[in-house]
């Protein structure tokens, strides 16, 4: 079976008498998902300039303790706290989550479901607006008496939350409002991307036509909203513990600072799924278009992420094994960690499943598609070192689980997000990125990622702890050869972030003077390819398509226009 595209112009759907906007209503007050989807592009490409800076400042201070580091100067200990904090905050929630989620969740759900914007255009504005904001504050406390929050990311009290300790003050309080606010921007968002895929998909395609990165943004924001609300009841009460000298946290009055780690740890598991899922979608898009086949076992892939998103809910404490939880929980959390592997494994497989037998080129996109699974099944494999409570005693605020982050966290929020990036580029702008330098830009960066993460591997099991400004006040860490593997770590980082200079380069170069795009250079078969490159507002010019049935043809190159769902049976 096929579907082909025809047009038109049913109840449903919006039907714009559309203008040509002015330069603020256009770029600053614009409710085009386009544009908004391409303002939390940008500005996530920003914050990761910011959240690069500051992990070149401390990973200097790491290899070269007391060193002035160029461009920063010397990194005292309160400093170095700031950047770690600051570091961990931004690539997670200012980079990730508006990268893969927003912005691509706004390009792309309208064209790839048919439709011509969002069904709350200015709530999707207001979004990216209170967004903004969260960055700015986030940004302004480094510049408030005391200093950017260094309390690390997770903010655990009581360092958090008392008042006499120098990690808190009015920039720990402003790292927490624009973390809410961030969480409020994403809710708004997430209402919108649900309600516009269950209310305005193209006539004729039903919910297994939906593309699967549609189906995981969706999931990914149903995960999100259901699991936000306890931390953001744990962030009013610790703003209060540091305002107003309340005990919610604090167990000299009663309370207790393991509370805290439950609240914010169930949030925090299911978020790593928040930002997995999208990625994942992005993989399954890229290796059926350039292996030219079908996703193999669409619907398990789709069953399995739904699943993974249930799961994800019964493993937080796994965060807690030395917080003095029940022993007996903790078995219970060993084992739901253990099953959460096994369907985030089943999708790897589908993966794998998919490529065998294509028609395989390795474009730029590929290239990045194919890294993802490579590097992220080295983070799912070292994680299940961790979700077993006796060997994470061991491992636990080692720098083992530093390099097991990272090796899940960085194929998601970098790989998964250049993978797209160079695959939707035509689409976006209307241009072609040089595959040249798409390729050196891609060597530059896996190669050196995976020297900076399998030293770290080694220095966890040698037992050396996170967040130590200077090792050299710890002679025993200082031994066999450990600073050795320290300074390739910083090092190898050096070299990752200049090849980052190749990849602005290509995307700001070829923004301008790329070769001009048709509507589907890639020969995909998604319903955003029907649309010119780029797409007007309105996003479908000659009107918006119909999904039918007809003989199947995978993306012959003669018949670009017409559009066929990656799952039908039979093809």
Same mark, same amino acid.
């Given at each position: ?118 069904? !709350? ?27 950017? !929050? ?17 990690? $808190?003050?009015?920039?720990? &309080? ?9 969480? *409020? ?54 703003? +209060? ?7 919610? +946290? ?16 169930? +949030? ?22 350039? &292996? ?17 998103? *249930? ?29 959460? &592997? ?71 929020? !970098? ?35 995976? !020297? ?8 966890? $099991? ?40 190749? +990849? ?28 010119? &490159? ?38």
């Amino acid at each position: 079976m096929s579907a082909a595209a025809a047009t038109h112009a049913e109840a449903g759907h919006h039907d714009h008498a559309h203008h040509e906007p002015g330069f603020i209503e256009k770029y600053l007050w614009s409710t085009d998902h386009k544009m908004i989807g391409f303002q939390y592009l940008f500005t996530g490409m920003l914050m990761a300039l910011v959240g690069g800076f500051t992990v070149y400042a401390f990973r200097m201070q790491l290899a070269f303790p007391g060193v002035a580091v160029p461009g920063y100067g010397r990194v005292t200990a309160s400093d170095y706290n700031a950047l770690i904090t600051t570091h961990g905050s931004v690539m997670i929630f200012w980079v990730a989550m508006p990268v893969l989620i927003a912005a691509l969740g706004n390009y792309l759900i309208p064209l790839m479901i048919g439709c011509d914007d969002m069904v !709350f255009p200015r709530l999707n504005r207001l979004s990216y607006q209170i967004f903004l904001v969260s960055a700015v504050i986030l940004m302004a406390s480094f510049f408030v008496q005391g200093g950017a !929050f260094g309390g690390a990311w997770t903010a655990y009290p009581p360092l958090s939350a008392k008042a006499e300790y120098s990690l $808190t003050g009015t920039g720990s &309080s402003m790292w927490l409002l624009a973390v809410a606010l961030e969480f *409020v921007a994403f809710l708004l968002g997430g209402i919108n991307f649900v309600t516009t895929v269950m209310n305005s998909r193209a006539p004729g395609m039903k919910m297994f036509d939906v593309p699967m990165v549609v189906w995981m943004i969706i999931i990914a924001s149903i995960l999100f909203m259901a699991s936000v609300g306890p931390l953001v009841a744990g962030a009013v009460m610790l703003l +209060f513990d540091q305002n107003f000298h309340t005990g919610f +946290f604090d167990p000299a009055k009663g309370g207790d600072p393991v509370l805290w780690q439950h609240l914010f740890w169930f +949030f925090g598991h299911p978020e790593v799924y928040v930002v997995l899922l999208p990625a994942m979608g992005i993989v399954a898009e890229i290796i059926t278009v350039f &292996s030219r086949k079908k996703l193999f076992a669409y619907k398990t892939v789709l069953y399995t992420a739904v699943g993974t998103g *249930v799961l994800s809910f019964f493993v937080w404490a796994h965060h807690q094994f030395v917080a003095g939880i029940d022993p007996r929980m903790a078995n219970v959390f060993s084992v739901t960690t253990l099953l959460i &592997s096994i369907p985030v494994a089943e999708m790897v497989f589908v993966y794998i499943g998919t490529l065998y037998g294509g028609s395989i080129r390795l474009t730029t996109p590929m290239l990045w598609a194919l890294a993802f699974i490579g590097e992220f099944l080295i983070g799912g494999v070292t994680g299940i070192f961790l979700g077993a409570a006796g060997a994470d005693i061991y491992f636990h605020d080692t720098y083992f689980v530093i390099a097991h982050f990272h090796y899940t966290f960085f194929p998601i929020a !970098f790989i998964a997000v250049f993978a797209a990036i160079t695959y939707w580029f035509p689409k976006m702008f209307g241009r072609m990125m040089n595959e040249t330098f798409g390729k050196v830009h891609f060597w530059g960066t896996i190669i050196p990622f995976n !020297f900076i993460f399998i030293p770290l591997f080694v220095l966890g $099991t040698r037992g050396d702890h996170r967040r130590i400004y200077d090792y050299r006040h710890f002679p025993d860490l200082m031994k066999a050869g450990m600073q050795d593997l320290r300074i390739l770590a910083t090092i190898s980082l050096l070299t990752l972030l200049a090849f980052q200079v190749v +990849f602005l380069v290509n995307f700001f170069v070829s923004l301008k003077k790329g070769p001009k795009a048709s509507k589907n250079p890639w020969n995909a078969n998604t319903l955003e390819w029907v649309a010119p &490159s780029p797409p007007p507002h309105g996003n479908f010019p000659e009107g918006l398509p119909n999904v039918y049935r007809g003989p199947y043809e995978y993306g012959h190159p003669d018949r670009a226009e017409d559009y066929w769902p990656q799952n039908v049976e039979g093809a």
